[in-house]
């Protein structure tokens, strides 16, 4: 079955930093653009970012841009999002997401994960 599993996930205090990893199980990610979603408790699911299958395009949330960076190491089969300067606004469950070509758009993407929990406080 293809799955994407996410990890990387945390404690950290404000101004911390985490690398989420996202990692493909029966299937290859250098055949699709690969999106990082968060889903905090009360709230929908909304596109945080995501990175083109050709690594020429990466796409930010206007919440996280200048603060998260994504990007995608073919050779292993991963996508990672490093997350830096980290306040309590991002604490949430983190979900990587395959599609054919890159958005924001929750229902474009597939192959959900379980998620990896964020928990930013101090």
């Known amino acids: 079955q293809a799955q994407l599993v996410e990890s990387g996930g945390g404690l950290v205090q404000p101004g911390g930093s985490l690398r989420l990893s996202c990692a493909a199980s029966g299937f290859t990610l250098d055949y699709f653009a690969i999106g990082w979603f968060r889903q905090a408790p009360g709230k929908e699911r909304e596109g945080v970012s995501c990175i083109s299958r050709s690594d020429d395009s990466h796409y930010y949330a206007d919440s996280v841009k200048g603060r998260f960076t994504i990007s995608r190491d073919n050779a292993k089969n991963m996508v990672y999002l490093q997350m830096n300067m980290l306040n309590p606004e991002d604490t949430a469950v983190y979900y990587c997401?395959?599609?054919?070509?890159?958005?924001?758009?929750?229902?474009?993407?597939?192959?959900w994960g379980q998620g990896t929990q964020v928990t930013v406080s101090s």
């Open positions: 997401g395959a599609a054919p070509g890159c958005s924001l758009d929750t229902p474009d993407f597939g192959s």
